[in-house]
């Protein structure tokens, strides 16, 4: 199994970036798949999920209202429409497919793709 994210970068605060992560290997029915990030000197923290149906979804409160969280199953890929962007959200981002089928937690993960920078500047 793999997961390949893209889409990081370089951005001004209030500007967007479109995350995008395609999973391989296997398809991941009834599985959440979702995003967390890392911060330097933070701990991972959960960002967004979504249920298989895309019928679910889960938000951190930080970026509620901000960023949105879809997929589209036949592709195993997970998208994170990041809007508004602001210097806090500068992390690396994590794919993550969870097969608990709850907002996941880190310890529940059970694939993470290998993360994708995302700066915002001031």
């Known amino acids: 199994v793999q997961l390949q994210a893209s889409g990081g970068g370089l951005v001004q605060a209030g500007g967007s970036l479109r995350l995008s992560c395609a999973a391989s290997?296997?398809?991941?029915?009834?599985?959440?798949m979702g995003w967390f990030r890392r911060a330097p000197g933070n701990e991972r923290e959960f960002v967004a999920a979504?249920?298989?149906?895309?019928?679910?979804?889960y938000y951190a409160d930080s970026v509620k209202g901000r960023f949105t969280i879809s997929r589209l199953n036949a592709k195993n890929t997970v998208y994170l429409q990041m809007n508004s962007l602001k210097p806090e959200d500068t992390a690396v981002y994590y794919c993550a497919v969870d097969p608990s089928g709850r907002r996941p937690v880190a310890s529940t993960v059970r694939y993470w793709g290998q993360g994708t920078q995302v700066t915002v500047s001031s």
């Open positions: 290997g296997r398809t991941f029915s009834n599985y959440v």
């Open positions: 979504v249920s298989w149906s895309g019928s679910v979804l």
